[in-house]
């Protein structure tokens, strides 16, 4: 691995386990960094990365938010494969917008969020339309939604106890990920297909008359080998899916689906 000395800040060379490397993506070609090590802050480290850069976040929590800027790059936690390391690499913004965003169209697929826990701000992360990939994160405690109008895939991500949606307007495929006990609707308007999924203990909190509060509504895709039970007034609503090999139970309407097909 080759390290791009920074504009700003050297870059030190020590402490590149090889288990760091393997965690690298496949197709990973560019230079690796590390925050703090090689810059004090993530928002520091994305200014000065190349496309196709890797950045490898220490476990601490970086009380800032962070925008991609439209830069293909992968930002990661130190081993995302590992729930200890994902609950202590926390990016919170205190409560200063968007904890993670994305600037639309000019990330592709190769842009990258893994492993991390994004809380304390007004929404987890706004995708702007991207089709970058958040897997393995927790997004946790935000005032709003947790993910919004992200087109690319949310996978291995346990979306929780966020004020608003859980996920919101995310057309990409949401597989293997957790979304519950968020205080209104687990998953608005998400027309990719959802699989393996838990989406259990939404709508907390209900709209005076409760037209919008569901575990799932308006999803139209593919719906399929997933738990969904829990939720208030009505598991899933007016979702114009096709739905297969799912456990639905116990929404607060007796069957837990309206409008249903």
Same mark, same amino acid.
């Given at each position: 691995?080759?390290?791009?000395?920074?504009?700003?800040?050297?870059?030190?060379?020590?402490?590149?386990?090889?288990?760091?490397?393997?965690?690298?993506?496949?197709?990973?070609?560019?230079?690796?960094?590390?925050?703090?090590?090689?810059?004090?802050?993530?928002?520091?480290?994305?200014?000065?990365?190349?496309?196709?850069?890797?950045?490898?976040?220490?476990?601490?929590?970086?009380?800032?938010?962070?925008?991609?800027?439209?830069?293909?790059?992968?930002?990661?936690?130190?081993?995302?494969?590992?729930?200890?390391?994902?609950?202590?690499?926390?990016?919170?913004?205190?409560?200063?917008?968007?904890?993670?965003?994305?600037?639309?169209?000019?990330?592709?697929?190769?842009?990258?969020?893994?492993?991390?826990?994004?809380?304390?701000?007004?929404?987890?992360?706004?995708?702007?339309?991207?089709?970058?990939?958040?897997?393995?994160?927790?997004?946790?405690?935000?005032?709003?939604?947790?993910?919004?109008?992200?087109? @690319?895939? *949310? %996978?291995?991500?346990?979306? +929780?106890? #966020?004020?608003?949606? &859980? $996920? /919101?307007? !995310? =057309? @990409?495929? *949401? %597989?293997?990920?957790?979304? +519950?006990? #968020?205080?209104?609707? &687990? $998953? /608005?308007? !998400? =027309? @990719?297909? *959802?699989?393996?999924?838990?989406?259990?203990? #939404?709508?907390?909190?209900?709209? /005076?008359?409760? =037209?919008?509060?569901?575990?799932?509504?308006?999803?139209?895709?593919?719906?399929?080998?997933?738990?969904?039970?829990?939720?208030?007034?009505?598991?899933?609503?007016?979702?114009?899916?096709?739905?297969?090999?799912?456990?639905?139970?116990?929404?607060?309407?007796?069957?837990?689906?309206?409008?249903?097909?």
């Amino acid at each position: 691995i080759i390290l791009r000395r920074s504009r700003l800040f050297p870059v030190h060379r020590a402490g590149l386990a090889l288990s760091v490397c393997c965690l690298l993506p496949k197709t990973s070609v560019g230079d690796l960094i590390r925050v703090p090590d090689d810059f004090p802050t993530i928002g520091i480290a994305i200014f000065e990365a190349a496309p196709l850069d890797t950045i490898i976040v220490a476990p601490g929590t970086y009380y800032e938010a962070i925008n991609f800027s439209g830069k293909i790059i992968r930002i990661q936690s130190e081993n995302p494969n590992d729930p200890n390391v994902v609950a202590n690499t926390i990016n919170d913004a205190s409560g200063l917008g968007t904890v993670v965003s994305f600037s639309g169209t000019k990330e592709g697929e190769n842009a990258w969020l893994y492993g991390f826990t994004v809380t304390g701000g007004t929404t987890g992360s706004n995708g702007h339309g991207s089709s970058a990939e958040v897997e393995n994160c927790v997004v946790r405690d935000n005032s709003a939604s947790g993910i919004s109008n992200l087109h @690319g895939p *949310i %996978s291995g991500c346990e979306i +929780r106890n #966020n004020g608003g949606n &859980g $996920l /919101s307007n !995310c =057309d @990409g495929v *949401i %597989s293997f990920s957790v979304v +519950r006990d #968020n205080a209104r609707i &687990g $998953l /608005s308007d !998400c =027309d @990719g297909t *959802i699989t393996g999924c838990e989406i259990v203990g #939404n709508a907390k909190v209900r709209t /005076s008359s409760g =037209d919008t509060s569901a575990g799932l509504w308006r999803c139209d895709a593919i719906i399929k080998d997933s738990l969904i039970a829990g939720n208030d007034y009505a598991n899933l609503k007016e979702c114009d899916a096709r739905i297969s090999n799912c456990l639905i139970y116990n929404a607060r309407r007796s069957l837990g689906l309206e409008y249903g097909n």
